[in-house]
């Protein structure tokens, strides 16, 4: 099993930043992508940004510019700088991986239980 722990979420005003961290661990092999979704209450999920094995990043349009995600791949760990932040950007935020646990090529998806953002004013 794979386990995803989020961290980081609260209370910021608007323009602020926040920074958020999914540890990853448990039983896998290597990373091929982890992420961030967003969802708020009775609303889809959105795909926020992501990092994939090779380095490269991909964002919603909506973050571009004032998110950054970034990776430490000793400590399965992936982090989204959050600047200027806008009451939008409340949501709970999940972190979500596709790994591979076996020795074929294979990719397994794990979410993480969320963490939340609040933006006031």
């Known amino acids: 099993q794979v386990r995803l722990v989020e961290s980081g979420g609260g209370l910021v005003q608007p323009g602020g930043s926040l920074r958020l961290s999914c540890a990853a661990s448990?039983?896998?092999?290597?990373?091929?992508?982890m992420g961030w979704f967003r969802q708020a209450p009775g609303d889809q999920r959105e795909s926020v940004a992501h990092?994939?094995?090779?380095?490269?990043?991909l964002y919603a349009d909506s973050v571009k510019g004032r998110f950054t995600i970034s990776r430490d791949n000793v400590k399965n760990t992936i982090y989204l700088q959050m600047n200027s932040l806008k009451p939008e950007d409340k949501n709970i935020y999940y972190c979500?991986?596709?790994?591979?646990?076996?020795?074929?090529?294979?990719?397994?998806?794990?979410w993480g239980q969320g963490t939340k953002l609040t933006v006031y004013s």
């Open positions: 990092i994939k094995s090779d380095g490269r990043t």
């Open positions: 448990g039983n896998f092999l290597n990373v091929y992508r």
């Open positions: 979500s991986t596709d790994v591979r646990t076996n020795d074929t090529n294979q990719s397994t998806n794990y």
